[in-house]
């Protein structure tokens, strides 16, 4: 396969990857690193994100270092948890023909998980220079045979006050290896680690106005009505946002706020019933970082300027595509990226595709996110709307079939019975031999859920469970 990645130097089975991945072409500062760096420069990078530089890095040390080696020859050092997760991703994916294994390692997360990754033998690490650290000084951790080192956004990493732990983790490293640094900015304290670290570095500067991939991902998550919080509280508890949430009405800002007040989220909200002055002290602690979570209507979330929101949650979808767009371009401003999610309910799901159809955008579906072990602050119900279909009949499994010699008129009577539901509540009904899968219409989903399992069919204890709408 020839292609522009493959102009470049890159191998094949990257370039393969890259094309997998819609990558048409390499970006300005692709075409300009990629060749020194295959050619065994250090490289110095003034770049942003949004430039395509994890593109470069990935792309050189799967070129340059062999896959499988049990000890890792690749680090990546990078400021936060959530840029571990994602250079490991992207790694990942360029590495889907090479084999290589590149994992994430950072604090605030079980280190036992991460040691036993380790263990299982790794190729490249993506991770924080603190939870680096912490594994080399515990032993878990070994960088004897490093032949790559890569600091992704040095400036921030600087900030962070974390110097003593990258220059740490430079010195468990061998000499002999190769280095590349990328930094939005080039201030002083970057160039002297330059200097002191690597040798004869070439200097890549990519200009603001090359930054043209769009930055905003968007998703949207099936949920209903009464699971919306639920949902947000995940989203809050894993990933941490700075978020700014919409709500279709100052009602349900006002309720929302009051929810998660309840259960000690520290949220504030934003709406044109509040006198003006309030207004503004919430806009100022949003600004100034004093809350992370802002609830708000659409006409109160203009007065809002600000760019390094990295969530924007439409907790209520809208319905019309300008203030869609309006809302999600809060977000993935300033070279930095963005998220923007929108809750939806199965009877709106029909806008995703049309904002689709009239955008070209891709709007990707998600799950709510989970992680193991954790405990929900606000816990999922059944939300009969949502699982119902157009006509409100919602799907029931019931442990109840043929080898029990009930028939489909039996089995109905036995629900309307034990259950108290109506005749013309229950509609389908398809025989299993041990189950069934009976519809039952949503105003009696909770009879039919707590009712019916309390009994016996000759003997045999009834179990009901709830299915998801087809
Ligand atoms: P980065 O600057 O590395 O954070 O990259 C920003 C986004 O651009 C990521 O989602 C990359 O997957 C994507 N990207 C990187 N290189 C290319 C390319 N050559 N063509 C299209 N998208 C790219």
Redesign the pocket.
Known sequence: MISKFTDLGISEEVAHAMDD???????PI?EAAIPYGLKGHDLIAQAQ???????VFGALILCIIPAHQKLPSAIVLVPTRELAVQAAE?IGRLAKYTGHICIPIYGGASIEKQVDQLNAGVDIIAGTPGRVRDLIERGYLNLSLIKTVVMDESDRMLDMGFIKDIEFIFKACPTERRMMMFSATMPEDIKRLAADYMTRPKEINVSKDEIM?D?TKQYYISVGRRNKSWALTRIIDIDKPKALIFCQTIKMVDTLEQRMTEHHYKVEALHGDMPQSRRERVMDDFREDKIDLLIATDVAARGLDIDDVSYVINYDMPDDLDTYIHRIGRTGRAGR?GTAVSFVTSAEEYLIREFELRTGMKIEKREVPEEEGMKDSIRKVTDYDQLSDPFGMVRFEINLGKNDKVGKVSLADYICRTGRIMDAAVGKIQLGLNASVVEVHRDFGNRMLMDVPRTKYRDKQINVRVLDRK
């Open positions: 991945m819609g990558w048409e072409e390499p970006t692709q994100t949004g430039t395509g530089k994890t593109g992207e991939l930055l990226v």
